[in-house]
């Protein structure tokens, strides 16, 4: 994936988490909204440490 | 038997797998987000109504015609668009050569690379499934907007767990668990490289297939739900003859 796409991914999904977080503290969940906060970091983590596998010529063409 | 082309561009794909890379993380990353979401939804669902539990065959369906749309339209035609393209890339031009109807399967954890969707696609796909969810929730009620949000969460999963059961080698489970072994005919056929554009367009239910005409088989809805691995109800005008699981996986594994 593009890196300038991963970083409005990102971007986009911490600001989802924090508002879900305050959300969540709000209506009183608070174990509830450390665990959204949680989910959020983990998937800017999980889409920033999996590997791309580099790409080729060959990738370009199409199947026969 | 595997073509020397397809065999070079499994080693050269593996060849450029980071060696770090397993499997077996990459799965378990997948469904612990996946799971996670779920339990979040769930804590907010209470005293749910009869007509509320609706919700989850419609989003099944919708969510059906959706997967159909974006695998004929986006993973299979080459969009002007850096994302898109870089989804059509993926399926057509890897995931397709690394597996044909000549060989399905994977030959280790390694390979999972090719086939299960990288993180990035789960946390779109539960951003993209919020503005529904918001409208269930305020304009119908909370409990619709949670279900909403659940069943989406979950299809997804349910997509990666029938898609891989298309790419293990042959077993029980997957030759005699109805609508698995249903779908592992429909995606063997799928992978033939002559039908590819045109035909078996769903990986989880072929229900929008059937729906839109798009699949290789003949017949009715439940029929095409429970066909397994039946080539009697085929389409006689189809590009090439299909080849079944069984044919696709009737050598032994090569040593590649």
Not at chain 1, 9 to 18: D, E, F, Q, R
Not at chain 2, 139 to 153: A, D, K, R
Request: net charge negative; charged share 15%; hydrophobic share 45%.
């Amino acid at each position: 994936m593009p890196t300038n796409i991963k970083v409005g991914l990102s971007i986009v999904v911490l600001v989802v988490g924090v508002l879900m977080y305050i959300w969540e503290a709000d209506q009183g969940n608070v174990q509830l909204s450390w665990i959204v906060i949680g989910l959020s970091v983990f998937m800017v983590f999980a889409m920033w440490i999996f590997p791309e596998t580099g790409q080729t010529r060959e990738d370009q063409k199409e199947p026969d | 038997m595997m073509a020397d082309k397809q065999l070079n561009f499994r080693q050269d794909y593996r060849a450029r797998i980071a060696g770090w890379y397993n499997g077996y993380v990459h799965i378990a990353v997948i469904y612990v987000i996946g799971g996670t979401a779920l339990y979040i939804y769930a804590q907010h669902m209470g005293q749910v109504l009869w007509w509320e539990w609706l919700t989850i065959p419609i989003v099944i369906f919708l969510c059906n015609i959706f997967e159909w749309f974006l695998h004929k339209e986006v993973m299979h035609h080459h969009i002007n668009n850096r994302g898109l393209s870089a989804i059509y890339q993926r399926h057509t031009l890897n995931h397709h050569r690394f597996f044909t109807d000549s060989e399905m399967r994977f030959r280790d954890h390694t390979d999972w690379r090719v086939t299960v969707f990288p993180p990035y696609a789960m946390v779109v796909f539960i951003l993209m499934s919020m503005p529904a969810g918001l409208i269930g929730g305020f304009m119908v009620s909370p409990n619709v907007g949670w279900l909403i949000m659940s069943t989406t969460t979950g299809m997804y999963l349910v997509y990666e767990f029938m898609h891989f059961c298309c790419h293990v080698d042959e077993n029980a489970f997957v030759r005699h668990c109805p609508l698995v072994n249903t779908l592992r005919r429909h995606h063997t056929a799928h992978h033939n490289s002559k039908l590819m554009m045109e035909v078996n367009m769903n990986l989880t239910f072929p229900i929008a297939d059937w729906l839109f005409g798009t699949s290789d088989l003949d017949r009715g809805l439940f029929g095409h739900l429970l066909n397994g691995y039946s080539a009697t109800h085929l389409k006689t005008d189809l590009k090439d003859q299909p080849k079944g699981p069984l044919e696709a996986a009737a050598y032994p594994m090569a040593a590649e």
